[in-house]
Structure formats: C-alpha cells, structure tokens
C-alpha cells in the first residue's frame, strides 16, 4: 500500500491519468460521430453507384439506337434489292424508248425500221451487182437488215456509258462539295446538270425535270440507274435512298461513294492495262486469216480464185467465216473483265 501510495503522489500517475482521460474522450466522441461520416460515404458511394448505372444506361441505349439503326438499313437494303430483282424478273430486257435512249439518239420505232430495211436493201443490192449468188445475197440481206442497225446502237451505247464513267465521279464531288457548303440537295443537283458535261448533265436535267413535276428525289433518283444501267449509278440511287428514308450524313455517305467510283475506275484501268496484251494477241490470230488471203490474191490470184469462182469454194468460205465468228466471240469473252 505504501508504494500504491507513493506511485499516486509521484509527476507520472498524473501523466498517465491525462493521457487515458484524453483517451476516452477520444473514444467516445468517435463513437457519437462514427454513425454520421459512415452515411456520408454510404450516400457517396450510392451516388457513384447511380451515376454509374445511368453512364452504362445511357451507354446500352447509344448501343441501342445504333444497332436500330444499322438495322433499319439492313431492312431498306434488302427491300432495294428485292424490288430491283423483282424489276429485274419482270423486265430482262429494255424497252425500244429506254435502249434507244441509252445509247444517245431520238429515233421512233418507225424509223429504226426504215433505217435497218434500206441498210438491208443497200447491202442485197451491192451483192448481187459484184456477182455473188443469190443465197449469198439474201444471207447479207438478214445481216444487214437485222444486225448491222443494231451493233450500230450497241457501239453507241457502250461508247456513251464509258464517256458517263469518266465524268460521273466528278459530278459527285460536286454534289459533296455542295452538301457540305450547307446548301440543299436539290441545288447540288442543279450545279451538278449545269457543269457537268455529257452525258451526265443530261442524265441529272432529267432527274430534276422529274423532280419540278412533283416527284419526290428518292424517286427522281432511280431514273439515272434506269437510263444508264451501271453499278455506279445504282450506288447513287441507292445512298440517296438511305438517307431519304434513315437519314444521317449525306456529305459523308456521297464523299464514300465518290471515293468508291474512284477506285473502281483506277481498277478499271490497271484491268485494262493488264489484258491489252492479250486484246492484241486476239486481234493478231483473228486478222492473220484475211491478211493471208489478200496476199495470195496479190501473189497467185488463180490458187485463190477456187474459192470465189466455185460452189464449194464458197461453202467453204461461209464455213470458215461462221468458226472464225465463233472463236473471235470466244477470245472476246475470255478477256472481257469486268468488275
């Protein structure tokens, strides 16, 4: 007990003392405000948890409409493309007004038949004054009645489709470059048929000629790939439609496909390049039979003259004719790419 005593009067059991009297304060005032820091981080941590949730909501939904989106142009283009075969099955071939169109030229029925009888009649005639007989004569008759009026279209056809190809891009860019001015489609469009050189111009005069008698543009659109029957063309019809129906960028969608048709002509080239070769080769192999015929009807006229001057000369004549026919066809359509 002594030494009880002594420790309580000694400096130290009053240090003690202090340090375990500021302990329990400590304690208990910790104990009293524990409760309200812990609802501050409860609420903290429910807010980050809400803010969360709404982000990733908001992030489903973004996914949501995109993927709608993406849909509903899946669906449009699957209904483009049944319609368009649709048209297809309906119509494999163009009527007289479309192919006439296509190729350039204004002629009625009446005088694409006037035209091929007189190229018949012009062709018969001929034959028969250089003295070839009769058969002969009314198989040039057929040719020149029923084909040559119609390879004369067909050449001019092609020759315009390939002078659309090579200004088409350029009348897009100008729709882009218009579009992305801010100005409105229709006037794009207006700028593209002024400047634009033919074919093109007149192709786009008439979508808006179509367009001035109240037809709506996603339709109008659709009289281009009609008139002019290519891939390209479709394209345009078929992004104009898009973005009728879905909307979204048009600048975007138009500058894409000018991009595309770029490509596709600098393609169209390096194909080009690559089969002239072989187009030479053909022309070569199928001129060398006529070649040799006129020398040795320069060099021996009386070996060649069998083949005039006889029956079956020229039976045999009409024979090489037809399979030479064949196998010219047949290296055109081997180095005919197409892409």
Request: aromatic share 8%.
């Amino acid at each position: 007990m002594a030494n009880l005593d002594s420790f309580l009067a000694s400096p130290l059991a009053d240090y003690l003392i202090t340090a375990l009297i500021m302990i329990s304060v400590v304690g208990v005032t910790f104990t009293l405000l524990a409760p309200l820091f812990s609802k501050d981080k409860l609420g903290k941590r429910k807010e980050g948890l809400v803010q969360k949730s709404s982000s990733q909501v908001r992030g489903r939904s973004q996914k949501i409409d995109v993927s709608a989106r993406r849909k509903t142009v899946q669906d449009q283009l699957k209904a483009m493309e049944a319609a368009q075969a649709a048209k297809k099955k309906n119509a494999d071939k163009p009527i007289f007004a479309d192919w006439i169109a296509q190729a350039g030229l204004s002629w009625s029925k009446p005088k694409y038949y006037i035209i091929s009888v007189l190229c018949g009649l012009i062709i018969f005639f001929s034959s028969l004054f250089l003295g070839q007989p009769i058969w002969i004569a009314l198989a040039l008759l057929f040719v020149g009645t029923f084909g040559l009026p119609r390879l004369y279209i067909s050449k001019r056809r092609k020759k315009r489709f390939d002078k659309f190809l090579d200004e088409f891009p350029n009348a897009v860019d100008i729709i882009v470059r218009g579009v992305k001015s801010g100005m409105p489609l229709g006037d794009c469009l207006q700028i593209a048929a002024t400047e634009s050189k033919d074919p093109v111009g007149a192709e786009f005069s008439h979508v808006l000629d179509k367009m001035h008698m109240g037809m709506p543009l996603s339709e109008a659109i659709h009289y281009i790939p009609k008139r002019v029957p290519l891939q390209e063309t479709n394209f345009l019809a078929i992004v104009v439609t898009i973005q009728a129906q879905a909307g979204g960028s048009l600048s975007e969608a138009l500058g894409n496909l000018s991009k595309t048709l770029r490509q596709r002509k600098e393609m169209k080239g390096k194909i080009r390049a690559v089969s002239q070769e072989a187009k030479t080769s053909a022309a070569i192999i199928g001129s060398l039979p006529f070649l040799v015929t006129l020398m040795l009807s320069v060099v021996a006229p009386d070996y060649i003259r069998y083949l005039i001057d006889t029956e079956i000369g020229l039976i045999l004549v009409g024979f090489a004719l037809v399979w030479m026919t064949i196998g010219i066809l047949v290296m055109r359509k081997m180095i005919d790419f197409r892409i």
